[in-house]
C-alpha cells in the first residue's frame, strides 16, 4: 500500500485519545475549526498560540489513532504534562524507546524487556519537558539500537522498511502523528531513516546533546538528534533548545568523485541533484574522499563491535540464546577484537578528523548521499549505514533532506560540517532545501 505525503500530512479530523483523561477531549463544536487550522509542521506548532497548541495535540493522538495500525511508529502513547514553561509549551514529541522516561515504558526494542517501566527521565526528556514540551510516548527501535528490526514500517510505502534503528521516530513524523521525535545515532540509525521517509534527521557534533540516561551500545559514537519535516522546522527547534541557529553565510560546498559506492538510483539522483544546485548558483567543488569515507565506514564498525561486546556482555551471561542473534554475534565477535586493533582505529580516526578539517576550510559543508538507495522492500532489514557511519566515527554534525525526487521512494541528501559546526550545516540544509523547492522535480 503506498501513501503519498498529501496523504499523510492532510488534515485529519479533531478528538481526544480514548483513555486518556489528563488530555480533555475537544469540544465538539470546536472540531471544524480544529480540522481546517492542523498544525503540520514544527513551525505551524511555534507560530501557533497556546489554544491552538492544544488543538494540535488532540489532532495528534486522532491521526496515531487513525494511522498507527498500519506503521507500527509507537511502543506506548502515554502523555506526560511538562514541568516547566518555556517556547517549546504544550508541543508534543516523540523519543525513541532506548531513552529511559519515568513512568513509560523503557523496553528498548527487546521482548526481554517487555513491559519494563522507566524510573526517571534521562536529560534530554527533562530538558524538553522543562521547556514547555509534551512527551507524548516512545517510539519503536530496534532491538538494543542495533539490528533487528521492530515492526515499524515505512509510511511512504508500508511494504519497506523505514530503517534504523531510529524506526519509529522517524516514521511518526514522516507520517504526521507529531511535530518532532528524538531519535540516536551509534553508525547511521538517524539519517538513513530520515532518507528512506523523506524527512529532515539531525544529527548534531558528539556528545552535543546529554547522552545521560540512554542506553549505551557504542558511547564513542552513539549520539542523540532530532527528525522534522524540513530544515526550517529543525533550525527553529534547535532556536527552541536555546542553541545558536548562526546566519547565512557564502562558501564553496563540496561533493565526492567518485561518488562513494551507492544503488544505480541514487547515485543518479545524486548527481542530478548536484548539477540542479549548481545551475541555481550553489558553487560545488569536487574533493576525492570516497576511499577514506569507505576506510572510516570500516573503522566504525571496529569501534561499535568492541564497545558494544563489551558494554553487552553481561546480557549475552545472562539472557544466552534469548538474545536477539545479532546482538549476540556482535558480543561474540566484538570480544575477539584486541585492544590494540581498538586503539590503532581510534588513532585513525583522530588522524583522519584533522584530514578533514583542513577540507573544511576551504569547502566548509560537503554532500554525500545520505543513504546507498531508497529504503528496502519488506522489514527484515533497516538498510545499509555505510554513507553515515563515516561521519559519526568522526563526531561531525550532519543532516539528511529529501531530494526532489519526482516519484518513487524518497532519496535523502546529507550534509556534514566540521566538529561545532552544526549551526553552519542547519543554515546550508535550509539554502539548499529552498533551492530545491524552487525548481523541478529530478527523475533518479
Known amino acids: 500500500m503506498k501513501y503519498t505525503r498529501r496523504d499523510f500530512i492532510k488534515t485529519s479530523a479533531a478528538g481526544a485519545a480514548a483513555g486518556i483523561s489528563q488530555f480533555a477531549a475537544e469540544p465538539a463544536g470546536r472540531a471544524a475549526q480544529a480540522e481546517s487550522s492542523r498544525l503540520e509542521t514544527f513551525r505551524d506548532w511555534i507560530q501557533a498560540d497556546r489554544d491552538a497548541r492544544k488543538r494540535g495535540l488532540e489532532q495528534c493522538l486522532q491521526r496515531i489513532r487513525e494511522l ?24 508534543p514529541f516523540g523519543v525513541k524507546d532506548i531513552v529511559e522516561t519515568e513512568g ?13 517501566v522507566g524510573t526517571e527521565d534521562a536529560a534530554i526528556v527533562r530538558e524538553m519537558r522543562s521547556r514547555g514540551a509534551i512527551l507524548l510516548g516512545k517510539t519503536v527501535t530496534t532491538a538494543f539500537a542495533y539490528r533487528t528490526p521492530g515492526p515499524t514500517r515505512n509510511p511512504r510505502n508500508l511494504n519497506h522498511t523505514p530503517g534504523g534503528s531510529s524506526s519509529g521516530s522517524a516514521a511518526a513524523v514522516a507520517a504526521g502523528m507529531v511535530p518532532f521525535t528524538i531519535g540516536e ?33 557504542a558511547k564513542s559514537l552513539d549520539t542523540l538528534g532530532l527528525y522534522t519535516h524540513t530544515p526550517a522546522d529543525m533550525i527553529a527547534l534547535w532556536k527552541a533548545l536555546g542553541k545558536p541557529a548562526g546566519s547565512e553565510e557564502q562558501f564553496s560546498f563540496a561533493a565526492p568523485e567518485p561518488i562513494p559506492e551507492c544503488d544505480s538510483e541514487m547515485a543518479n ?25 569507505k576506510k572510516l565506514n570500516e573503522a566504525g564498525d571496529v569501534i561499535e563491535a568492541y564497545e558494544g561486546a563489551r558494554f553487552h556482555e553481561q546480557r549475552l551471561k545472562e539472557f544466552g540464546d534469548r538474545l536477539d542473534q545479532p546482538l549476540a554475534n556482535l558480543v561474540r565477535d566484538g570480544l575477539k577484537i584486541p585492544a590494540e586493533r581498538y586503539d590503532e582505529t581510534k588513532r585513525f580516526i583522530a588522524e583522519s578528523s584533522v584530514r578533514f578539517a583542513d577540507i573544511f576550510k576551504s569547502t566548509p559543508v560537503i554532500l554525500t548521499p545520505a543513504a546507498v538507495g531508497p529504503a528496502p522492500l519488506g522489514l527484515s532489514t533497516t538498510g545499509d ?6 561521519w559519526t566515527a568522526l563526531g561531525t554534525p550532519a543532516i539528511s533532506i529529501p531530494m526532489p525526487i519526482a516519484s518513487g521512494l524518497p532519496l535523502g541528501l546529507q550534509l556534514t560540517a566540521d566538529l561545532g559546526q552544526d549551526s553552519r550545516v542547519l543554515r546550508a540544509a535550509l539554502l539548499l532545501h529552498q533551492r530545491f523547492s524552487a525548481g523541478p522535480k529530478i527523475l533518479p
Open 68 to 91: 498507527e495500525p498500519s506503521v507500527h511508529a509507537w511502543v506506548q502513547v502515554r502523555p506526560k504534562r511538562p514541568t516547566g514553561d518555556g517556547p517549546l509549551s504544550e508541543i
Open 104 to 116: 513509560i515504558a523503557t523496553e528498548y526494542g527487546s521482548p526481554l524487556y517487555k513491559g519494563h
Open 185 to 217: 545515532q551509534t553508525r547511521g540509525s538517524m539519517l538513513r531513516p530520515a532518507s528512506f521517509c523523506g524527512v529532515t534527521g539531525f544529527k548534531p557534533t558528539h556528545d552535543l546533546l546529554p547522552m545521560e540516561g540512554v542506553l549505551p551500545l
Open 269 to 293: 539522483a545524486f548527481r542530478l541533484a548536484i548539477t540542479f544546485l549548481r545551475r541555481a548558483g550553489v558553487t560545488i567543488k569536487v574533493v576525492d574522499i570516497a576511499d577514506l569515507l
Open 385 to 390: 549505514p555505510r554513507m553515515n557511519a563515516p
